[in-house]
């Protein structure tokens, strides 16, 4: 009964250094989103994917990066980190799409802090 | 584009008072409507959604939340607050796309 997944729960970066933010599901579900959550500005979409092999932009894709190789793997890159990057980032997936009335089930985040 | 807002960053309640959170939407289509829920350190947990079929939708944990599209609102409310309902609330639209708004912070003073 694992639902959405994600590590690391922290992490601490160096400017100008990398990572990758797992994120897993055992739903089945095709569509997956990464959100970043700043304080009084709610959830914020980066990328999302409509299933295996498909990805596309949210509202704030800049200095991300992400693929789908399998339904149940989302990962999300940061390449170059940037201060501004210092967020709390949330994977969620969902059994439709929108407009239809699928919930989001979300993972419990990753706090990441670029210094 | 759509957008959500969530008046009041920051509600205070007494226990047992009342919860009234505020939320409206701005899609000129009804939309598909949701609150979430977040406990610290948590993610979002779904309180409830409107799908149209009622414009009074009840949820998990004694909250419900009305649709009234002429006021283009979605207010959550409890009519009894408890100390394990401080947390944060977010307000969603989904249409093309998730968009939530903001967040509200509730409070529950003993």
């Known amino acids: 009964n694992a639902g959405v997944t994600q590590t690391p729960k922290f992490r601490i970066l160096k400017i100008g250094q990398s990572m990758t933010l797992q994120c897993t599901q055992d739903?089945?579900?095709?569509?997956m989103y990464w959100y970043r959550q700043d304080p009084g500005m709610g959830l914020k979409l980066i990328y999302y994917?409509?299933?295996?092999?498909?990805?596309d932009k949210g509202e704030v894709p800049n200095g991300y990066n992400v693929s789908r190789s399998t339904t149940e793997d989302f990962p999300l890159r940061l390449e170059l980190a940037a201060p501004s990057q210092t967020s709390v980032y949330f994977c969620?997936?969902?059994?439709?799409?929108?407009?239809?009335?699928?919930?989001?089930?979300f993972g419990n985040g990753t706090r990441l802090t670029v210094t | 584009a759509q957008s959500v807002t969530q008046l009041g960053s920051h509600v205070s309640v007494s226990e047992g008072a009342l919860v009234l959170l505020r939320c409206n939407y701005s899609s000129s289509v009804p939309p598909y409507l949701f609150w979430y829920v977040q406990y610290p350190n948590q993610g979002l947990q779904l309180l409830l959604k409107y799908t149209s079929a009622a414009t009074l939708v009840k949820g998990i944990n004694g909250f419900e939340a009305e649709f009234k599209k002429s006021e283009t609102s979605f207010h959550l409310t409890k009519p009894s607050a408890h100390m394990s309902d401080a947390a944060e609330y977010f307000c969603?639209?989904?249409?093309?796309?998730?968009?939530f708004g903001p967040g509200t912070s509730l409070s529950v003073i003993p």
């Open positions: 994917s409509v299933g295996a092999g498909i990805t």
């Open positions: 969620a997936s969902a059994r439709g799409p929108p407009p239809l009335n699928s919930p989001l089930h």
């Open positions: 969603a639209e989904s249409y093309d796309k998730v968009i």
């Open positions: 739903m089945n579900h095709n569509y």
